[in-house]
C-alpha cells in the first residue's frame, strides 16, 4: 500500500504521462484491446491455474461487500480481465463500459486505472474519480494489487470497484489481504508439488530395490509396504497398511531397543511368522528420527536368506572354474573315467570319486558340476579331512544363535544351506567322524538340513560329489566308515588313475605346464634335456599331477634347473665351471624305473646345499652364481645372509 498522499499523487502523476505517450483519449469510454471468441477460451486456459487459486478468495472478498455497489476483477499480467465477481447490477453497469472477461485493463489500452497502474508500477495503489485518466471511469473507484508467483514474477492483479463515493483505505488493505492469501496459496501448492514429486521419487526407489521394504511408526503400524516385501511375505498391502506389525514380527520392540541404545541392527537373521509358520529372512533396520533426534519410527529392509547365501558364495569364490576342455590327458582309461564324468554331469545323483591324493579329483568335480543345469549356482568344496572334528557339523549343518558357547550372533548358515540350488564337493569324506557320517547321511536321505541348537527342518536341494583317498571298502571293515553311506555316495563311483599308470601323459603334462608356468611367471620356456624327460617318463610321481605341476613349476623358476635336488656334478664341471647343471630329477637307484633313494633332508637344506656347492664350482662368482641359480644377485644376498654363507 502507498505510504502517503504525496507518494500516491506522484504515482498517479507519472501514469497520466505513460498515457499520454502512449496516445490514449480521454475521452474514450471502452479499452482498445478486447479478446473475442475462441481468443477468450484459449487465453483463460493459460491462466488455468490462476484461476483456480484466485477464485475462491474473490468469492471471500463478493460475501463481505455483497450489496454495496462493489465488484471484483481478476487480471492476467498484461491486465487483461479474466473472471468478474459482483451483485448483478453493477456487473452490468462495466459491461456496459466493456469491461467484460477479455477486455485488456492495462494503461496503453484504458489509460490510468487500479488495475493497470499496479502491474504498472508493481505494488498496490487506490485510484478515484479523476485520478483516472479517461473520463468515464471518473465515477469509479478503484482498489488493485499485483499478484507475484515464487519466483517473485507478476502473474496477475486482483481489484475491487465501486462507485467513486464509496472510496475508503481499508477498500485497497482487503485487497492487499486477499492477494497475500493468493500468493500464500500459490507458495503452499508448490512445496505440495515438491512434496507430491518427493514422494514419488521415493515410491519410485523404494519399488525399485530389489529388497522387501517396510516403514513403521513408533507403535509398530506399518506405514508403507513395497510390492517386493507384500510378494515375499504374502501380504495383501492393503490389509496391513496401518496395522500393528505384532503378528508378523513379534520382536520389532527389541529392535527399538537396540537404537535407543544406540547399536546397529544390520543383516540379522529373523523369522517372520507368515501364514502359521515361520521363515527366515535377513533383516536390517534403520531408525526414523525427527528433527530433534527423536526416534519416530524405522525402516525394514527384508532380503531372502537364498539371495543373501548367493550373494555371499559370490563374492567369495565359491564358483567352480574348471571345465572338461581343462583337463589334459590320452591315457585310455584316464579319457574313459573322463567321459563317464561328462555324461553323468546332468544327473542329481550323488558321485564318488576315488583316487590318490594329487590325481585332480576337485578338478574333475568342478567340471562336472560347469556342465550340469547347476552350472550358474554355487559349487561349494569343503576338506573334511581339514576341519577339526567339533567343529564339523556347525560348518556343514550350521546353527542357531546360543547354540554353543562363542556361537555367533543370529546363528550361521551351514554349507549346505549355502549350497543350495548347487552343488557340494566333499573331498576326503574317508576322514569324516562316524557321529558325522549318521547327520551326512540324514541330509542325503531326506533333503533337509537342521542347524545345531535348532529345531527347524531347512530343505536343501544340493548335489554332492564326494571324494576320497581312502579304500573305502577298508575302511568299512575297520568299521570307520558307515557302510549305509557308502552306498549312498557310491551311487556313480569313479576311480581316477594314478599318473604312473597314465604313460605317456607324463610327457603331456609335464609339456602342458611348462608352458602354463613360463606364461605366469612371465619368464621364457626353459631348455630341457632329453635325458631329463627320460627321468621325468620313469619316476612313479607318489604325488601325481599335483607334484609335477610343482616339479615343473620350480624348474621354469630356475631356467631349467631344480632348486630342491641334490647336485650331481659331472666330469665336465671340473673343467667348465660354466657348464654346472644342477640335476633336476628324482634320484632313483641304478638308473632303473622304481623307488627314490631314501634321503633325509628338508627343502631348506637342499637349497642351501645348492647354494654352497654351486659357490665352490663356480670359485665364488656371485655373478656365476646368481645367473646359474636363475635369482637375482640380491635375491642370492639373501640367502647368503639367511644361511650364513660366506664369499669365498
Not at 545345531?452 to 571293515?477: C, F, S, W
Request: glycine residues 6%.
Amino acid at each position: 500500500m502507498t505510504n502517503n498522499a504525496s507518494t500516491q499523487r506522484e504515482i498517479i502523476k507519472k501514469s497520466h504521462q505513460r498515457c499520454e505517450e502512449y496516445g490514449v483519449n480521454k475521452e474514450q469510454i471502452f479499452p482498445n484491446r478486447i479478446l473475442k471468441g475462441n481468443e477468450v477460451s484459449t487465453h483463460l486456459a493459460r491462466n488455468e491455474y490462476l484461476l483456480k487459486i484466485a477464485i475462491p478468495f474473490m468469492e471471500i472478498i463478493h460475501e463481505s461487500v455483497a450489496n454495496s455497489g462493489f465488484f471484483i476483477l481478476l487480471t492476467d499480467n498484461e491486465g487483461c480481465i479474466l473472471r468478474a465477481v459482483g451483485d448483478p447490477e453493477i456487473i452490468a453497469e462495466s459491461e456496459r463500459l466493456n469491461m467484460v472477461v477479455g477486455a485488456y485493463m492495462h494503461e496503453k489500452n484504458i489509460g490510468t486505472n487500479a488495475m493497470g497502474t499496479a502491474i504498472s508500477e508493481n505494488q498496490p495503489i487506490q485510484v478515484t474519480a479523476s485520478e483516472h485518466f479517461i473520463s468515464a471511469y471518473h465515477r469509479w473507484t478503484c482498489s488493485a494489487a499485483p499478484i507475484h508467483n515464487n519466483k517473485g514474477e507478476i502473474i496477475g492483479s486482483l481489484n475491487l470497484t465501486g462507485e467513486s463515493h464509496l472510496v475508503h483505505p481499508h477498500t485497497l488493505g482487503l485487497v492487499v489481504a486477499a492477494v497475500r492469501a493468493i500468493e500464500n496459496q500459490i507458495k503452499a501448492d508448490q512445496a505440495q508439488d515438491q512434496l507430491n514429486e518427493a514422494f514419488s521419487y521415493m515410491k519410485s526407489i523404494v519399488e525399485s530395490v530389489s529388497a522387501g521394504i517396510m516403514a513403521l511408526d513408533i507403535n509398530g503400524n506399518i506405514k508403507t509396504i513395497n510390492n517386493w516385501a507384500a510378494s515375499m511375505l504374502s501380504l495383501n498391502k492393503e490389509k496391513f497398511i496401518n496395522h500393528p506389525i505384532d503378528k508378523l514380527l513379534p520382536h520389532w520392540k527389541d529392535i527399538i531397543e537396540h537404537f535407543q541404545r544406540g547399536e546397529t541392527y544390520m543383516d540379522m537373521e529373523t523369522t517372520f511368522a507368515l501364514n502359521g509358520s515361520k521363515e527366515r529372512y535377513d533383516l536390517s533396520a534403520y531408525p526414523i528420527l525427527d528433527s530433534r533426534e527423536q526416534i519416530i519410527g524405522m525402516v525394514l529392509v527384508i532380503k531372502g536368506m537364498q539371495k543373501i547365501f548367493n550373494l555371499v558364495n559370490k563374492y567369495t569364490g565359491m564358483r567352480a572354474h574348471y571345465n572338461f576342455d581343462d583337463i589334459i590327458g590320452e591315457n585310455r582309461e584316464f579319457s574313459q573315467v573322463i567321459e563317464h564324468a561328462e555324461k553323468i554331469s546332468g544327473s542329481t545323483s550323488t558321485v564318488l570319486l576315488m583316487g590318490e591324493s594329487g590325481t585332480g579329483k576337485e578338478l574333475i568335480a568342478q567340471s562336472i558340476h560347469n556342465a550340469s543345469p547347476r552350472r550358474n549356482s554355487v559349487f561349494i568344496a569343503v576338506n573334511c579331512g581339514a576341519l577339526p572334528k567339533n567343529l564339523i557339523e556347525s560348518e556343514l549343518f550350521g546353527f542357531e544363535e546360543g547354540a554353543f558357547t562363542g556361537s555367533k550372533k543370529g546363528g550361521h548358515a551351514g554349507k549346505f544351506e549355502l549350497a543350495n540350488g548347487g552343488t557340494i564337493f566333499l573331498d576326503e569324506i574317508g576322514e569324516m567322524p562316524l557321529d558325522m557320517q549318521v547327520n551326512l547321511l540324514r541330509v542325503l536321505q531326506e533333503g533337509y538340513v537342521t542347524r545345531i541348537g535348532g529345531t527347524k527342518n531347512i530343505p536343501v536341494n544340493v548335489r554332492v560329489i564326494a571324494a576320497t583317498k581312502k579304500n573305502l571298502i577298508d575302511e568299512l571293515k575297520k568299521g570307520t566308515f558307515r557302510e549305509d553311506l557308502f552306498y549312498r555316495l557310491s551311487v556313480i563311483p569313479l576311480f581316477i588313475p594314478p599318473l604312473r599308470e597314465r604313460g605317456k601323459d607324463k610327457k603331456t603334462l609335464f609339456d602342458h605346464f611348462l608352458q602354463v608356468k613360463a606364461q605366469k611367471l612371465d619368464k621364457p620356456m626353459p631348455p630341457v634335456s632329453e635325458e631329463l624327460i627320460e627321468q621325468v617318463m620313469h619316476y612313479d610321481w607318489p604325488g601325481n599331477v599335483r607334484e609335477l605341476e610343482n616339479y615343473v613349476e620350480n624348474i621354469v623358476n630356475f631356467n631349467g634347473n631344480s632348486s630342491y635336488n641334490i647336485i650331481n656334478p659331472s666330469k665336465n664341471n671340473e673343467t667348465n665351471p660354466e657348464s654346472f647343471v644342477v640335476n633336476s630329477a628324482p634320484i632313483k637307484e641304478n638308473g632303473n624305473k622304481g623307488r627314490e633313494k631314501d634321503f633325509d633332508y628338508t627343502l631348506e637344506e637342499l637349497e642351501k646345499q645348492t647354494i654352497k656347492e654351486c659357490f665352490q664350482r663356480m670359485d665364488g662368482n656371485i655373478s656365476l652364481v646368481s645367473r646359474k641359480l636363475g635369482i637375482s644377485r640380491t635375491t642370492l644376498y639373501s640367502k647368503m645372509r639367511k644361511y650364513r654363507i660366506q664369499e669365498n
